[in-house]
């Protein structure tokens, strides 16, 4: 008589608690993110132990709203899916929000991050954005659309020159 009672007592907390995370997850799943992301940069890295050598993957994302707004983030994870997934989050913490004048810039900005030298110029509408890399990422999901940019430093390092284009952006007035 006791066992059955235990037995249904049990029955009916895992139908609560399935219920909750059905529920949790049916939320989750209709709340679609504003933002649009892309992946600029993924590499596999290394790190020496006694044992041997142990891999991790490191993602660069990029994140923004297309209305202002845009984030890089970066992030270290054993697998691909983790690395991105921690890179995103981490591009949500580092947003910085923009005034721009229609679909450009409202005037010539340049900066520098470590090796990476960018010089953003507004254009007239329909004009289009000229500008190559990590550069054309970063100001496509800000919301540029009308632009040339030209990346003057000696590196080809897509983190940096995408760092320094949030940079030049920090400086808008």
Do not use: W
Request: charged letters at 30%.
């Amino acid at each position: 008589m006791v066992s059955i009672l235990i037995y249904e007592i049990m029955e009916k907390q895992t139908q609560t608690t399935e219920k909750r995370f059905s529920r949790m997850s049916r939320d989750i799943k209709r709340q679609p993110s504003e933002f649009k992301e892309k992946v600029i940069d993924l590499r596999r890295v290394t790190r020496v132990m006694a044992g041997g050598k142990r891999f991790k993957f490191r993602a660069t994302v990029v994140i923004g709203n297309e209305k202002g707004s845009v984030g890089i983030g970066i992030a270290k994870g054993m697998d691909v899916m983790q690395a991105i997934d921690k890179a995103k989050t981490d591009a949500k913490k580092h947003l910085i929000a923009l005034k721009l004048k229609g679909k450009t810039i409202p005037h010539e900005i340049e900066a520098k991050f470590s090796a990476a030298k960018v010089l953003i110029k507004p254009a007239k509408e329909g004009h289009g954005l000229k500008a190559g890399g990590s550069v054309r990422t970063v100001l496509l999901l800000v919301g540029v659309r009308d632009a040339t940019a030209k990346c003057l430093g000696g590196t080809k390092n897509k983190l940096t020159n995408a760092m320094a284009t949030i940079e030049a952006l920090k400086k808008l007035k």
